[in-house]
């Protein structure tokens, strides 16, 4: 057993970092998974189609990149969703939320019919489009007219407009009614 001396130990530790510190120069596969990643989303987003979007889950507006290819049954399968790196909004990067928005997409749990809970029943049932359409303009209906005196639905008009129908009645409250509303308007 021949005796290593300090020098001699120093030299060959710098000599292996070295060569590690070259391995990925060397070999591009070496042990950096990155690029291996990187060119098995290549592969899997190939001929895929790029389709660019907003993400639902806040009014950040977010942008997003699907990408999306017809499947052998005839529909559009969604295979990735990613930030838009042209986006002045997120500049490519997606919170928590955004981050799961194919999931919103392809969870199995997805509900893709409505169901209908009727008063007092325990049990949902599914339903046609039609039918919700027309039950949800039977209960706005009945309750716009359940208000009485009061308009209600969509205000459109300028600021000042919306703001004369919306604390009009409440200034004539008083001076309670005008005090904490004034610093709204």
């Keep these: 057993m ?13 000599a292996g970092a070295g060569a590690t510190a070259l391995t990925p120069l060397v070999n591009p596969l070496g042990f950096d998974l990155r690029l291996a990643k990187k060119r ?3 592969f ?6 790029e389709v660019h979007s907003v993400c639902p889950y806040c009014a950040v ?7 999306t290819r017809q499947g052998a049954n005839g529909k559009t399968e969604l ?3 990613e930030g838009d790196p ?3 909004i997120n500049e490519g990067r997606l919170c928590p939320k955004g981050a799961t928005a194919m999931q919103l997409a392809t969870s199995s749990r997805r509900v893709e019919k409505p169901l209908y809970r009727a008063p007092g029943s325990a049990k949902w049932e599914e339903k046609s489009w039609d039918f919700m359409l027309d039950k949800l303009a039977q209960n706005l209906k009945a ?3 359940n208000v009485r005196g009061a308009r209600s639905g969509a205000l459109l008009g300028t600021l000042g407009a919306i703001r004369r129908r919306l604390f009009g ?3 004539r409250l008083g001076e309670v009614g005008r005090l904490f509303l004034r610093p709204l308007l």
């Design 86 to 88: 042209d986006s002045p």
């Design 169 to 171: 009645p409440l200034r």
């Design 2 to 14: 021949s005796d290593l001396t300090r020098r001699q130990f120093l030299k060959l530790g710098a």
């Design 79 to 81: 295979l990735q969703i």
């Design 44 to 49: 899997r987003i190939a001929g895929a189609k």
């Design 143 to 145: 309750s716009r007219d």
């Design 61 to 67: 507006g977010c942008s997003l990149i699907a990408y």
């Design 40 to 42: 098995q989303m290549a």
